[in-house]
Structure formats: structure tokens, C-alpha cells
């Protein structure tokens, strides 16, 4: 299997922190995709991903697989344990319902933020709104202050154990840093958590 990534993104680091929390990141080929040289765009890349994503997954026998969550998805199931996704009913809804959560409240609001603010994001999001960014940042802010009072309960973001919903929460903020925000040095137990997180062997 080869998996196309850009190391320190988001999306690409969400599959790789998979693989690495089932012990499993030497069982794919790495091949460094460069996203700020558009090394995405190019015809040769297209071929693996259509849409330019990144990352992107090719299995052995050829198959494509896109989006960082049905990788991870692929992932779960060739390689059951240790469980990230849920192990019943009831944990797989809530470890989807927070890693969801997660993902579009926090994760896309932030990523509206860096791409409508960031110089660096002008030649790939034309044009920037500063509108746009306004609103993400807000958002943003509330999702990480609605995650921290959750956190005052639970130790885990979801089910009471390590997901893959932490995974994304550790990858987000952890993006927060292009925009000089630190949201876990902000809330008590979203930091709490986030050193949790650094524990098991993450980057930070």
C-alpha cells in the first residue's frame, strides 16, 4: 500500500496519528506530497486523487481511497485492534458523533480562518475573504470553549477511552498554530487533555 501525505497538514497527519496509535505506520509506503509547491494539482497526482486531496491511499491491487476519515476507516477494519472507532452500537455513535463534531465545528470553521487570513494561503484560496475569516474565528473559539467544558467531565473526548475523535482534536489543535493560537494553553482542560495526548506519542 502507498499512502500520499503532507507532513504537519492536517488531514494527512489524521491517517498518519491513525496508523501510529495502532502501531501500524510501517505498514504503508510513505510518498511526501508537497501542498504548498501544488505538488497536488499536478497530472500525475490527479491520477491518484481527482479532486487533488491530500492524502490519498492506493491499495494493493490499485484501488483508490480518498478523505481522511474512510481511510482511517479502511485502517479500522484491516487492523481491529486497538479499537479507535467503537466496539458496539453505542460507542461507535459517540466516537462518530464527537469525532464529527470535531471536524466541522471546530476543524472547518478554524481551516475557513487560516485559508481567508494567512498570506501564505492567497495564491491557493482566490479570493480571501475577511469575512469569511471573521466568522471561522469565531466559531472556532466557541467550538474550543464548548470542547474544553466537555472535558471538565471526561478524560476522553468520546465513550470514556482514546479515539480516533482525540486523534482529530490533537491534529486541530495542533493547526491551530499557523494562526498563532494555542487553544489548548488557553482552557484548562483542553490543555489537560492535549498533554494527555503528548503522553501517548504525538507530535505536538
Known amino acids: 500500500m502507498k499512502l500520499y501525505h503532507t507532513p504537519n497538514a492536517p488531514n494527512p497527519d489524521r ?14 509506503e510513505l510518498e511526501e506530497v508537497s501542498i504548498m509547491k501544488q ?5 500525475e497526482y490527479r491520477d491518484v486523487s481527482p479532486f487533488a486531496q491530500v492524502p490519498a491511499l492506493v491499495l494493493d491491487d490499485g484501488t483508490k481511497i480518498t478523505e481522511s476519515r474512510a481511510i482511517c476507516t479502511y485502517f479500522e477494519n484491516l487492523f481491529p485492534e486497538p479499537n479507535l472507532m467503537g ?10 458523533m464527537w469525532d464529527r463534531r470535531v471536524e466541522m465545528m471546530f476543524f472547518v470553521q478554524f ?23 471573521a466568522k471561522g474565528e469565531k466559531a472556532a473559539r466557541k467550538m474550543a470553549q464548548r470542547i474544553d467544558k466537555h472535558l471538565a467531565q471526561h478524560e476522553f473526548l468520546a ?27 488557553e482552557h484548562e482542560n483542553l490543555g489537560r487533555w492535549y498533554d494527555a495526548m503528548k503522553v501517548r506519542g504525538f507530535a505536538s
Open 15 to 28: 491517517v498518519t496519528f491513525f496508523l501510529r496509535a495502532k502501531g501500524k505506520l510501517d505498514a504503508v
Open 39 to 43: 505538488e497536488h494539482k499536478t497530472k
Open 87 to 96: 466496539s458496539d452500537a453505542k460507542e461507535k455513535a459517540l466516537i462518530e
Open 111 to 133: 481551516a475557513t480562518w487560516f485559508r481567508n487570513a494567512h498570506e501564505m494561503m492567497a495564491p491557493l484560496e482566490v479570493p480571501q475573504s475577511a469575512e469569511s475569516a
Open 159 to 185: 465513550a470514556d477511552r482514546f479515539s480516533i475523535a482525540d486523534i482529530t482534536l490533537f491534529i486541530t489543535c495542533g493547526f491551530c498554530r499557523v494562526m498563532k493560537w494555542a487553544p489548548h494553553k
